[in-house]
């Protein structure tokens, strides 16, 4: 089962309240970036926007926001949640371990909040490329994800961890993050963090990355 076909089964058959990232308050740390004027409102990307609450949230703070997931069915539930909430973003299908050309230089701000534990490394370069193209010169990127020094959860431990939902994600180290980043990014601030779930709170890493002019390579 791809990963597009295990995202859109857990979409389809579990209520909104049965998945576990599915929160409809904003994380605080994604709040303070707003709060605190680090990030004014600008063209912005959720990446992996799910069933669109942050999405919503950052529009409804004047944000001209576009959220993108590779699951259909999460896409679905995303508009359905912004008509509803009285929004207007902009939501497409899209895998970012695969080449995404049709956002270039779109975005002043692109976010993704314990997306990139589901990503495996060996497709983690290509999704840096992809977030690197989407931002404009001097574009802001924030991500958030497991820290591999989080105690054993969903039942295990190490690198790789299989959870309830038959999903496995990868725990990141710092190390690891900020050698992934720095060839397309200026690293402003990466450092563990400790964040908030449905079930309990979790150990996470946290970058707030510039976007490098050029190829990344510079």
Partial sequence: MTNRDQMDAIYRELSPEAIPWNIETPPAHLVDLVESGTITPCDAVDLGCGAGNYVVWFASKGFRMTGLDLSPEAIALARQNAAEKGVTP?????????????????????YDWEVLHHVFPEYREQYVQNVHRMLRPGGKYFSVCFSED????????????????????????????????EPWFVVDDLRTIETEGKNGSHVSVKALLSKRPGSGQE
């Fill in 150 to 181: 989080e105690p054993a959860s969903f039942g295990g431990e190490g690198k790789y961890r299989k959870t309830p939902l038959g999903t496995t994600l990868y725990f990141s180290s710092e190390q690891e993050l900020r050698e992934l980043f």
């Fill in 90 to 110: 902009q939501f497409a299908v899209r895998d970012m371990t695969g080449v995404v050309e049709d956002f270039d230089g779109a975005f002043d701000f692109a």
